[in-house]
């Protein structure tokens, strides 16, 4: 399951009203001598677990660049490999490397598999035309040993990708995130002095919650939102125009 990045904002008006909820409650109730100690248990196991899930996100995020930083550097190495191969041979499995890392652009784009079904024929023909070749007699070396454990390396870290990609905290996590803040923001406005006005600490106290969560969203589904993983690209770019 995706969650939205935009489901953050539903969280600053459900906290205001949280928040006015619990400064309503404290009108009408006495505050017990034990319920700092409370609050505090509730504060600290929301910071907690909301500085795990935006950690985590984060370095999902940084997982997410670095795969493709060695993607790239797979598919050079391959590349290079050709040389191995009969004259003849090289320049239609030159093209199809271009076209291949052509492919493998701007999957961060939109919301879609990590591997295109042009991917997939790519690689198939890549596949079968290095296997002609290396079985050639007139290759100068034995490009089995070298070539072909490139190509399959090559090809399988876009499933090693595609599994990082999908990999997320499980959606629990996400659901009680927005229950502790909501429960945070009622605690809070309970714990309030009954007073005209304060509305400022109100109102910044659910805005950076928002801003927080959101953030974290944000990192975590890259494609869902605002976010996206372009700048990656340019090592892909790069190494196609090097071709």
């Avoid at 995706?2 to 459900?14: H, K, Y």
């Avoid at 320049?91 to 598999?113: E, I, K, M």
């Avoid at 499980?170 to 502790?180: D, M």
Wanted: charged share 20%.
């Amino acid at each position: 399951m995706i969650f939205s990045p935009a489901l953050a904002f539903f969280l600053f008006p459900g906290m205001l009203v949280a928040l006015w909820l619990g400064k309503r409650l404290r009108q009408n109730h006495k505050v017990p001598a034990e319920s700092a100690a409370i609050e505090g248990a509730v504060f600290a196991l929301f910071g907690l677990l909301l500085a795990f899930t935006f950690s985590g996100a984060v370095t999902r995020f940084d997982d997410h660049r670095r795969l493709v930083t060695e993607e790239a550097n797979d598919i050079g190495t391959a590349y290079l490999r050709l040389d191995l191969i009969p004259q003849a041979s090289q320049p239609a499995l030159r093209q199809l490397f271009r076209d291949y890392v052509t492919s493998r652009l701007h999957l961060y784009d939109r919301v879609s598999n990590e591997i295109s079904p042009e991917a997939r024929r790519l690689q198939s023909e890549i596949w079968r035309q290095s296997l002609v070749a290396a079985a050639s007699p007139r290759a100068h070396v034995d490009p089995t040993q070298l070539l072909l454990p490139s190509l399959n390396t090559m090809i399988d870290i876009t499933s090693t990708r595609q599994t990082s990609f999908n990999l997320h905290p499980p959606i629990v996590v996400f659901y009680l995130l927005f229950a502790l803040s909501l429960l945070c923001a009622l605690m809070a406005g309970y714990g309030m002095k009954v007073r005209p006005g304060g509305w400022l600490h109100i109102v910044i106290l659910a805005l950076t919650v928002t801003l927080t969560i959101y953030a974290t969203l944000e990192i975590e589904f890259p494609r869902q939102g605002l976010l996206r993983l372009k700048n990656t690209d340019k090592v892909l770019i790069d190494l196609r125009d090097s071709m």
